[in-house]
């Protein structure tokens, strides 16, 4: 009997027609936003404190020995399922506000995903092919922590989460030999490094580090190249999942995710980097990658940090 009511409040919890509304593939935009404000969101409110009180009276007499309770609890079931179906929709569609360079980056946070750039083993790791070219990995470590917690306060928020990797195919097909001798370097991408074969899918270097470790619903987007749009169906997901604007961390700030950031530019997203969240083997290019992307207005982003990105989540 519960579970039938159960089963009936939860009609709520599939997406609104609002939420289905077609995507503008012509433009590479999504649709306009869904957040209802005025009235609308009055009666929302409204409509929420009631059935909260419903909700709140049922979970009493839940608590009660009465071995009568299924009937006298199950009339407000409903009304507890749509007061949670209710409030997330509401949390999920409110405009959140970032203090940001050069103004106030917006976002709704059902529409804003978080996408997290090459934090591959390779890069990061000591004992990695980053640090056996001479690299000094401790300037790219420092970001992990600063993303460990916006990815955990995005995870706890329900919003969206992406990661990338860069690498290719074992067989090397879709390696550019222009990218394969650039550099002309005694060991370069396919061949065997010091955490397997270096950039290659499926080797322990390629793979994501333990701090940051996608979760199974997490999409990993695989890309040959430096920007992660560049064959690779990473705009299609957003397209799909109504994203509109990214927060965008990772490394290194002046290739992988500036190369990023200018693709989505273009492709109509708004992004921005927090700059503790990013990282350059070089401190001068860490600085110059963060002033370009912030330059004339915001040519193409914004610059904050995770603690004011962290604010705004509240
Ligand atoms: N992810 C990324 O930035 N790949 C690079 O090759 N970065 C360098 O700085 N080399």
């Known amino acids: ?64 020995e009465d071995p009568g309770v299924d009937h006298v609890v199950a009339p407000y079931l409903p009304s507890i399922t749509s007061a949670v179906c209710t409030i997330l929709p509401m949390r999920m569609n409110r405009t959140l506000s970032v203090d940001a360079e050069p103004y106030e980056f917006e976002f709704e946070p059902a529409h804003c995903a978080l996408l997290i750039i090459d934090m591959q083993r390779d890069f990061l790791e000591p004992g990695g092919f980053g640090e056996m070219l001479g690299n000094d990995v401790s300037q790219l470590r420092r970001a992990i922590d600063p993303n460990r917690k916006l990815l955990s306060a995005w995870r706890s928020a329900g919003l969206q989460v992406i990661h990338t990797r860069e690498g290719h195919r074992p067989d090397l097909s879709d ?104 990282g350059s083997y070089f401190p001068e290019f860490q600085e110059m990658g963060l002033k370009m992307i912030k330059a004339q207005g915001g040519i193409f982003g914004w610059v904050s940090d995770s603690s004011r990105i962290l604010a705004a989540l509240g």
Not at 9 to 22: F, I, M, T, Y
Not at 38 to 53: D, E, I, N, Q
Not at 233 to 247: E, F, P, S, Y
């Open 175 to 278: 390696l550019p030999p222009a990218k394969k001798i650039r550099g002309r370097s005694e060991t370069s991408i396919g061949d065997e490094g010091p955490m397997g074969r270096i950039l290659i899918r499926g080797e322990p270097g390629h793979d994501i580090i333990r701090e940051l470790y996608p979760l199974p619903a997490e999409p990993v987007i695989d890309k040959p190249g430096k920007g992660a749009f560049f064959a690779t169906d990473l705009h299609a997901i957003l397209q799909n999942r109504g994203i509109q604007k990214l927060v965008v961390t990772g490394v290194t700030t002046e290739v992988c995710v500036n190369t990023t950031v200018r693709e989505a530019n273009d492709r109509g997203y708004d992004c921005l980097v927090p700059e503790d969240c990013v």
């Open 1 to 64: 009997m519960v579970g039938l009511y159960w089963f009936r409040g939860c009609k709520g919890l599939q997406p609104s027609k609002r939420d289905r509304r077609p995507v503008d593939r012509s433009q590479n935009v999504v649709s306009s936003n869904p957040f209802q404000g005025g009235m609308a969101s009055v009666r929302s409110h409204f409509s929420f404190v009631f059935r909260a009180l419903y909700g709140f009276l049922a979970l009493i007499m839940l608590q009660t």
